[in-house]
C-alpha cells in the first residue's frame, strides 16, 4: 500500500523567502505525482503534474522535481507572496488510484 | 461556471437519515472519483468510476454507495449516516490519455456534511 509523507505539516515564512516543501512516498512504481494548493474551505487546484519520466515540471514560480528511486518529490516556491498562504499536497498514481499526502501547511508573513 | 460542481456545498444532518451528494463536470471525462478528507488524513478514495458501467470501491468505501447516471454525472449516497462520515468531501475527475494510466485530476468545491 502507498504511504505518502509530507513532512513539515506546517511552515511559516517572511515574505519573499523561497519555500521547500517536500513528500515522500514509499512505492517508487509511480505513473505520475501531482502537487495541488487548497485554501480554506475550498477545493483543490492543480499546481504541478509530474510524469514517471519526467524529472521536474515548472510553472512561473513553482518548480516541482521527482526522484523515484528515492521516492522523493520537492515543490518550489520562489520569491514567496502572502498570497502563496494555503495548505499543499501532493499525490501519486500508482494502479489507477491517488495517494495523499496530509499536506503542509504554508503561512506567508507580510 | 465552475467545471466540477458539487451539492450540497453544507450538509447538516442527524444519524439514520439518507444523504445524497451529487457531482456533474462539464470537461467531458470519462473518470470521476469520490474522496473524503479528515484533518490530518489527507484524502481517501471513496468510490471511483471510469465509464457509466465501471464502477469501484475505493479504500474506504463501507457506508457509501454511489451511481454514475451518465458521462457527466456521479452521485454519492449514504444510505444511513453516522457521526464518523462527518468529513468534507471531494468529487474529481480526470481525462484518460493514451498511453497514460491517469492524467491530471480536476476537483469540485468540496461538499461538508455534517453528522449529528
Known amino acids: 500500500k502507498q504511504e505518502v509523507t509530507q513532512i513539515p505539516a506546517a511552515l511559516s515564512v517572511p515574505e519573499g523567502e523561497n519555500l521547500v516543501l517536500n513528500c515522500s512516498f514509499t512505492?517508487?512504481?509511480?505513473?505520475?505525482l501531482q502537487w495541488f494548493r487548497q485554501d480554506p474551505g475550498k477545493g483543490l487546484t492543480s499546481l504541478l503534474l509530474?510524469?514517471?519520466?519526467?524529472r521536474e515540471q515548472t510553472s512561473g514560480r513553482l518548480n516541482a522535481s521527482l526522484d523515484k528511486s528515492s521516492g522523493r518529490s520537492t515543490l518550489y516556491i520562489a520569491a514567496s507572496q502572502p498570497g502563496d498562504s494555503a495548505t499543499y499536497l501532493c499525490?501519486?498514481?500508482?494502479?489507477?488510484?491517488?495517494?495523499f499526502g496530509a499536506g503542509t501547511t504554508v503561512t506567508v508573513r507580510a | 461556471d465552475a467545471d466540477v460542481t458539487q451539492t450540497p456545498r453544507n450538509r447538516i444532518t442527524k444519524t439514520g437519515k439518507r444523504i445524497m451528494l451529487e457531482c456533474s463536470q462539464t470537461?467531458?471525462?470519462?473518470?470521476m472519483y469520490w474522496y473524503r478528507q479528515d484533518p490530518g488524513l489527507g484524502l481517501r478514495l471513496i468510490y471511483y468510476?471510469?465509464?457509466?458501467?465501471?464502477?469501484n470501491k475505493g479504500e474506504i468505501s463501507d457506508g457509501y454507495s454511489v451511481s454514475r447516471q451518465a458521462q457527466a454525472k456521479f452521485s454519492l449516497s449514504l444510505e444511513s449516516a453516522i457521526p464518523n462520515q462527518t468529513a468534507l468531501y471531494f468529487c474529481?475527475?480526470?481525462?484518460?490519455?493514451?498511453?497514460?494510466?491517469?492524467?491530471?485530476?480536476?476537483f469540485g468545491e468540496g461538499s461538508r456534511l455534517t453528522v449529528l
Open positions: 470537461k467531458g471525462h470519462d473518470r
Open positions: 474529481a475527475t480526470s481525462d484518460l490519455h493514451a498511453g497514460d494510466v491517469t492524467g491530471e485530476l480536476f
Open positions: 499525490a501519486v498514481v500508482n494502479d489507477y488510484k491517488l495517494s
Open positions: 512505492d517508487s512504481a509511480i505513473y505520475n
Open positions: 509530474i510524469q514517471s519520466s519526467q
Open positions: 468510476s471510469f465509464d457509466v458501467k465501471d464502477i
